[in-house]
């Protein structure tokens, strides 16, 4: 496939910038990727296209403030993205900095409110590895002097509200730097009513880090490499999806990251470990029936996962639709349900 495949013209006015009032307020496009055929409906009646045994699987990741701002010795400006524990050396861990370039080791990075950092070696050309330099462990200091890492195209700084509103409802493992934006839709409420009607929900974890969003540049898609990001599945969730298979009941996963996992654990069987699947167009789907996702960027490895399971065609025209229909796009918009 190649790149230019992923591309679609997409209005800036159509990218959501703020999140709905009411998350299942959201608009719903259905699209039956066999015969083509879309129907416009709202998040909140999902229930009444889904049916008795279905299974959801929702990824219970919780995002934590990954964004950090520092100064160096000099006084330049540093701005952090703090991507998960690495192990080595002790108490380290992987990072991204934005704007700056070689920073020697053994830099010295100092907070606002005092604390400080330090470049103890870098994991690879560009991911450097961050330790404490004083007392506070780097998981305290991120809860106190963290920041969310809004997408880049939320062109505005994150406010306090943005700690709830880019959190689904049913988060609850800290350690992804962005949300698994599907599953925003979802309430408390609607959840208890899918229950009441038979639909089943099961929890994946993946921890969605920057390889999700690092854009693709390979002309030929299939060359592009995903940087990995650990998952895990429960017991219980592997009991729910073998008793889907034994009954003939579809497994809906619920965003991406929620079909990374699945698709993982499909093809090596591990319920636990970290994922490099880049899916792509001739991918052969092993664990899910049907997906809901959001709307996404071009040129990015989440379109080509949703054009690898619907058709590149489908999922074109599925978007020119929706952007016919003004529908809001990316992070904090609209949802679409691929049957």
């Given at each position: 496939?190649?790149?230019?495949?992923?591309?679609?013209?997409?209005?800036?006015?159509?990218?959501?910038?703020?999140?709905?009032?009411?998350?299942?307020?959201?608009?719903?496009?259905?699209?039956?990727?066999?015969?083509?055929?879309?129907?416009?409906?709202?998040?909140?009646?999902?229930?009444?296209?889904?049916?008795?045994?279905?299974?959801?699987?929702?990824?219970d990741?919780?995002?934590?403030?990954?964004?950090?701002?520092?100064?160096?010795?000099?006084?330049?400006?540093?701005?952090?993205?703090?991507?998960?524990?690495?192990?080595?050396?002790?108490?380290?861990?992987?990072?991204?900095?934005?704007?700056?370039?070689?920073?020697?080791?053994?830099?010295?990075l100092?907070?606002?409110?005092g604390?400080?950092?330090?470049i103890?070696?870098?994991?690879?050309?560009?991911?450097?590895?961050?330790v404490?330099?004083?007392?506070?462990?780097?998981?305290?200091?991120?809860?106190?002097?963290?920041?969310?890492?809004?997408?880049?195209?939320?062109?505005?700084?994150?406010?306090?509200?943005?700690?709830?509103?880019?959190?689904?409802?049913?988060?609850?493992?800290?350690?992804?730097?962005?949300?698994?934006?599907?599953?925003?839709?979802?309430?408390?409420?609607?959840?208890a009513?899918l229950?009441?009607?038979?639909?089943?929900?099961?929890?994946?974890?993946?921890?969605?880090?920057?390889?999700?969003?690092?854009?693709?540049?390979s002309a030929?898609?299939?060359?592009?490499?995903?940087?990995?990001?650990?998952?895990?599945?429960?017991?219980?969730?592997?009991?729910?999806?073998?008793?889907?298979?034994?009954?003939?009941?579809?497994?809906?996963?619920?965003?991406?990251?929620?079909?990374?996992?699945?698709?993982?654990?499909?093809?090596?069987?591990?319920?636990?470990?970290?994922?490099?699947?880049?899916?792509?167009?001739?991918?052969?789907?092993?664990?899910?029936?049907?997906?809901?996702?959001?709307?996404?960027?071009?040129?990015?490895?989440?379109?080509a996962?949703?054009?690898?399971?619907?058709?590149?065609?489908?999922?074109?025209?599925?978007?020119?639709?929706?952007?016919?229909?003004?529908?809001?796009?990316?992070?904090?918009?609209?949802?679409?349900?691929?049957?």
């Open positions: 496939m190649r790149l230019t495949e992923l591309d679609y013209n997409l209005p800036p006015e159509l990218v959501a910038q703020e999140p709905l009032e009411r998350r299942d307020e959201a608009r719903l496009m259905v699209l039956d990727r066999r015969s083509g055929t879309i129907e416009h409906s709202r998040f909140y009646k999902l229930g009444g296209v889904l049916r008795d045994g279905d299974l959801l699987v929702l990824n990741t919780r995002v934590f403030p990954a964004r950090l701002f520092a100064r160096k010795p000099t006084g330049g400006a540093v701005e952090l993205l703090m991507v998960r524990p690495a192990g080595e050396p002790a108490g380290a861990w992987l990072a991204l900095i934005r704007g700056h370039r070689g920073l020697r080791e053994g830099t010295r100092m907070l606002d409110d604390h400080a950092l330090r103890a070696g870098y994991q690879r050309p560009g991911r450097p590895l961050i404490s330099d004083d007392s506070l462990p780097i998981e305290a200091i991120l809860e106190s002097a963290g920041t969310l890492a809004l997408p880049h195209y939320i062109h505005r700084e994150p406010r306090a509200a943005d700690r709830e509103d880019y959190q689904t409802v049913f988060a609850a493992r800290p350690g992804a730097v962005a949300a698994p934006t599907a599953g925003l839709h979802f309430t408390r409420d609607l959840l009513r229950a009441a009607t038979g639909v089943r929900t099961a929890f994946v974890t993946l921890h969605i880090g920057p390889g999700t969003f690092t854009p693709l540049r030929q898609v299939e060359a592009h490499t995903m940087e990995a990001e650990w998952y895990t599945i429960a017991p219980a969730t592997l009991e729910a999806l073998a008793l889907a298979r034994r009954t003939g009941a579809r497994v809906i996963a619920v965003g991406t990251s929620s079909v990374r996992a699945l698709e993982s654990h499909a093809i090596t069987g591990d319920a636990e470990g970290t994922s490099g699947l880049f899916i792509s167009s001739g991918w052969r789907f092993r664990a899910i029936d049907a997906m809901v996702t959001n709307f996404h960027m071009p040129r990015s490895t989440v379109l996962m949703v054009m690898a399971f619907a058709g590149r065609e489908e999922i074109l025209g599925a978007y020119r639709e929706a952007m016919r229909h003004r529908y809001r796009f990316l992070s904090y918009g609209d949802a679409m349900l691929i049957l």
